[in-house]
């Protein structure tokens, strides 16, 4: 099984990214996905969740500025960043039950 998140990076404040988790090895259509955000010092964190249905769920502090999704022919899922804040910097994990990736960057600060 591998989990691999990409599109990081620096953003100003008030900014948009988009990072995306690539899945192998697994049947990607049957498993409700996740991400998570660890910031420094901090304990790792569930951002947002979408079920193998697409049924989607926020924590209360991105909801209606970030949006998750999924390709199940790509076996993708995405979590799309708006209104970026600096509280959102950290390293974003994508997660499948027990399954992690290796996390990517987010930086938002001027």
Do not use: H
């Not at 990409?6 to 259509?29: E, H």
């Not at 996905?33 to 697409?54: D, H, L």
């Amino acid at each position: 099984v591998q989990l691999v998140e990409s599109g990081g990076g620096l953003v100003q404040p008030g900014g948009s990214l988009r990072i995306s988790c690539v899945a192998s090895g697994f049947t990607f259509s049957t498993y409700d996905m996740s991400w998570y955000r660890q910031a420094p010092g901090k304990e790792r964190e569930w951002v947002a969740k979408i079920f193998s249905q697409g049924i989607t769920y926020y924590k209360n502090s991105v909801k209606g500025r970030f949006t998750i999704s999924r390709d199940n022919a790509k076996n993708t899922v995405s979590l799309q960043m708006n209104s970026l804040k600096p509280d959102d910097t950290a390293v974003y994990y994508c997660n499948a039950r027990q399954y992690w990736g290796q996390g990517t960057q987010v930086t938002v600060s001027s």
